[in-house]
């Protein structure tokens, strides 16, 4: 899988880890911290030192020996880097019982990411769900090369997950997060990322039996 974008240095699980370090990061400056230290960080992201270290190299961000790393300057470097200068939009497709949950989430706990919602279901298009208005999927591609959309997050049923997501693509989608339990086949320039619920139980039922 080639990636959408490439950044000398970068790669998905670093990607994943600068998020997971500025979650943590929000918190500890929430909660009165000025500063935090490279072992600190690794200890609530569950990584090594080094790793902590060397992520925030890449960033562009180091930190001194006595006094660690000040949160908000590397708070404001990790956003540069990530890009988390302003709003996104993104299109989610399938407004169902996992479609509205993700909905939701959009909305409420993330709101850099701005959702525009489709669906095939008629009881569905043309309502208010969670402050966004709901489309019909005739309506997609048009939509999406208008606002110039280029992530979407696919929430319909496994079968219909392969054709939705080509549609997705034709109109401009460079990158998919995928709910559906299915393994989509997409040119090597969309960055896809799969979040299979059904694997992420099995592996805990393994882990804990």
């Known amino acids: 899988m080639a990636l959408a974008k490439t950044i000398p240095g970068?790669?998905?699980?670093?990607?994943?880890?600068?998020?997971?370090?500025?979650?943590?990061?929000?918190?500890?400056?929430a909660a009165g911290s000025?500063?935090?230290?490279?072992?600190?960080?690794a200890a609530a992201c569950r990584v090594s030192a080094v790793q902590v270290r060397r992520d925030l190299m890449?960033?562009?961000?180091?930190?001194?020996?006595?006094?660690?790393?000040?949160?908000?300057?590397?708070?404001?470097?990790?956003d540069t880097?990530?890009?988390?200068?302003?709003p996104v939009d993104v299109a989610l497709v399938g407004v169902?019982?996992?479609?509205?949950?993700?909905l939701a989430f959009l909305c409420w706990r993330h709101p850099r990411f701005v959702p525009v919602a489709f669906?095939?279901?008629?009881?569905?298009?043309?309502?208010?769900?969670?402050?966004?208005?709901?489309?019909?999927?005739?309506?997609?591609?048009?939509?999406?090369?208008?606002?110039?959309?280029r992530i979407a997050v696919v929430c319909v049923p496994a079968t219909e997950a392969q054709r939705v997501s080509e549609q997705?693509?034709?109109?401009?989608?460079r990158g998919i997060l995928n709910f559906a339990p299915v393994t989509l086949f997409l040119p090597s320039y969309v960055f896809?990322?799969?979040i299979d619920i059904s694997v992420a139980l099995e592996k805990v039922a393994f882990f804990t039996g």
């Open 168 to 173: 997705l693509v034709a109109a401009g989608v």
């Open 119 to 149: 669906d095939r279901d008629t009881r569905l298009t043309e309502r208010v769900l969670d402050g966004v208005h709901c489309l019909p999927v005739e309506q997609m591609a048009d939509t999406i090369q208008e606002q110039q959309i």
């Open 58 to 78: 890449t960033v562009g961000y180091s930190g001194s020996t006595k006094s660690g790393y000040e949160i908000k300057p590397l708070l404001v470097a990790m």
């Open 81 to 86: 880097f990530l890009g988390n200068t302003g």
């Open 96 to 102: 169902g019982h996992l479609g509205r949950a993700v």
């Open 34 to 41: 000025h500063s935090t230290y490279s072992h600190e960080l």
């Open 192 to 194: 896809i990322e799969n």
């Open 10 to 29: 970068a790669s998905p699980r670093m990607v994943e880890r600068l998020s997971l370090y500025r979650r943590v990061l929000q918190q500890t400056s």
